[in-house]
């Protein structure tokens, strides 16, 4: 029948997503009383047998779409008390705390997805004034300090996307994922190593060549040191926010199994 077909593909298609479910079979009684009158006065099976019968009949078909372990309660629509409408309630009420820790667990990728974002928005938009003051201390403070302190804000980054190595390993036992999987999410090089050197190529200016021949002259002292570019900084800045926030997102979809 028609029917029978929609119930075989709604029970193939839930099955599929993986989702519980109950099967409940409305107007028991009505079925019980046509099924009385098609066996006629001379009918040995009792009402008990009768409902037995056919929630067995239900069982086989499900049995029959794979589904493991099918739950089937035969409920009245006239009488809430009778036959398995009291099962119905307390199988319920069990699987309710689980059902609610499930939507919860389905929310929480969103809520950290939006904190991702948010926190994005807000490092970049202190980029410039970050970036304006590493290049003030290098002036005030020559040589390695300014990059040393420009290594710790982009670490502190790492730390603020929940990439720091002990975020990865609390993300990993809450969801039931190996710390080295989430790892392998992250692509920014800036996370795993901080080398003040690369760092500062990334954000110096060429030396022009009269600075570098006055550097040969004695009584010039030591060496100029090399300019700190502030456009390059904030570059430097900015990028790696973003590439940090999108690894984030990526760990996060390895961990929540998010396509």
Known sequence: RSSDL??????RAISALGKSFFFVRSKIDSDLEASHKQRGRGATLDASELREQVKQGYLDALKKEEVN???VFLVSSLDSHKFEMPQLREALGSEI????????LWSIPAIIFQVVRWKRKKLISKACGKALQT???AIEK???????ELGTTLSNYSTDLGLAEESLQHTAQVTGKATDDLQGEIRCPLV???D???VLKLVSTPVPLVSRVWNYVQRWGQSTPTG??????YNLLKNTVWGMAEDAERVLRKAYDIN
């Open 135 to 137: 290049c003030l201390y």
């Open 196 to 198: 003040p050197e690369q």
């Open 6 to 11: 929609a119930h075989s593909c709604l029970v």
């Open 97 to 104: 705390q689980s059902l609610k820790r499930q939507v919860l």
């Open 228 to 233: 700190i570019s502030l456009e390059l900084t």
């Open 69 to 71: 372990r099918p739950e």
């Open 192 to 194: 795993k190593d901080i």
């Open 142 to 148: 020559p040589g390695t300090e300014a990059i040393l």
